[in-house]
């Protein structure tokens, strides 16, 4: 009944309106601010910025020890790791990288990849594209690229990453919105969209 009557009065409102007021303005505020800084980044950012490419690595015969790696993470049962590597989960060192003696592992791995780049398992996919010979594909990609992938891409470090989103589906994989395609083959790491199948 007290906080009734309380509420009634006209200081209480105009207390309770200028907090909102408040409230609201200090978080437009603080959006613009976010929006303003992640602009200044993107333009900031050097247009000559070049991707480290992998070279051809095996771990197999070589001296070189790698501590760490990063995988496709998301694969139920198989993954990729930034060597080119695809395995079961099962078999993924503590380190991240691929247990290259199981029989599972195999490296640079196309399977279920069509010849204009596009693949039905995300992890052949990126596997696919960590191939040393698609660098110049994907050079021309992000040579060509519309100014809006540019800004997509611009996050992107070396090969692993543009692999990896590039292999994820996109807009380009689909027909009105709400149809793949090819559903068969909707990763692609190709220049080109997937082939329209007929309906």
């Known amino acids: 009944m007290v906080f009734r009557r309380l509420l009634r009065k006209r200081w209480v409102l105009g207390v309770v309106f200028g907090l909102s007021l408040i409230y609201f ?12 800084h ?5 333009e ?3 247009p000559d910025h070049h991707i480290p490419w992998k070279v051809r690595f095996n771990l197999g015969n070589s001296s070189r020890q790698i501590t760490q790696c990063r995988n496709s993470i998301q ?19 503590v380190n991240g990288c691929c247990n290259v ?3 599972s592992s195999r490296q640079f791995i196309c399977k279920s990849c069509l010849p204009n780049g596009c693949c039905s398992v995300y992890e052949f996919c990126v596997s696919c594209c960590l191939q040393p010979d698609k660098q110049p ?7 060509r690229a519309a100014e809006g992938f540019q800004n997509l891409f611009t996050a992107v470090e070396d090969h692993f990453e543009l692999c990896l989103a590039k292999c994820r589906t996109s807009s380009q994989s689909v027909q009105h919105e ?3 395609r090819n ?3 909707k990763y692609c790491y190709g220049e080109n969209p997937p082939e329209l199948l007929p309906v």
């Open 178 to 180: 709400n149809t793949y």
């Open 137 to 143: 594909l994907l050079e021309r990609f992000l040579n």
């Open 44 to 46: 900031a950012r050097d």
């Open 25 to 36: 303005l200090t978080s437009t505020l603080k959006q613009e601010e976010r929006a303003k």
């Open 75 to 93: 694969g139920k049962t198989l993954l990729t790791d930034e060597l080119g590597y695809v395995c079961e989960r099962k078999d993924l060192l």
């Open 101 to 103: 003696n199981a029989p």
């Open 183 to 185: 559903p068969q083959a």
């Open 38 to 42: 992640d602009r200044t980044l993107l």
